[in-house]
């Protein structure tokens, strides 16, 4: 069984920085599709970004693109959030969450898709 433990969350000023972390434990492989959801206060949870399982394709939700960027060490079984330019929409609980012995390739949206879920961690940004 894999487990996701996500870190890097915390309190920055808008315009500002922060990378997080995901980091899998309990099997040999890590190379599956994972992705970053995020749930903001009264919100349903969405999808932010995705990566596949050999870290060749990702995909960002509109609102991110060209600030996030995710990218994943398969050798540390490790996926990563790099935020820039944040801003006070941004906050909320972010969760990994990964597609264990589903398939290497496919980024899916849908958190239903998902079968391995971290325990979140908490980004605020102050405007």
């Known amino acids: 069984q894999v487990q996701l433990v996500e870190s890097g969350g915390g309190l920055v000023q808008a315009g500002g920085s922060l990378r997080l972390s995901c980091a899998a434990s309990?099997?040999?492989?890590?190379?599956?599709?994972t992705a970053w959801f995020r749930q903001a206060p009264e919100k349903e949870r969405e999808f932010v970004a995705g990566?596949?399982?050999?870290?060749?394709?990702?995909d960002y939700q509109v609102a991110v693109k060209g600030r996030f960027t995710i990218s994943r060490d398969n050798a540390k079984s490790t996926v990563f959030l790099q935020m820039n330019s944040l801003k006070a929409e941004d906050t909320g609980v972010y969760y990994c969450?990964?597609?264990?012995?589903?398939?290497?390739?496919?980024?899916?949206?849908?958190?239903?898709?998902?079968?391995?879920w971290g325990q979140g961690t908490q980004v605020t940004v102050s405007s």
């Open positions: 309990g099997r040999t492989s890590s190379n599956y599709v």
């Open positions: 969450a990964a597609r264990v012995g589903i398939g290497l390739w496919r980024i899916v949206l849908r958190e239903e898709e998902y079968n391995t």
């Open positions: 990566i596949n399982g050999v870290g060749g394709t990702t």
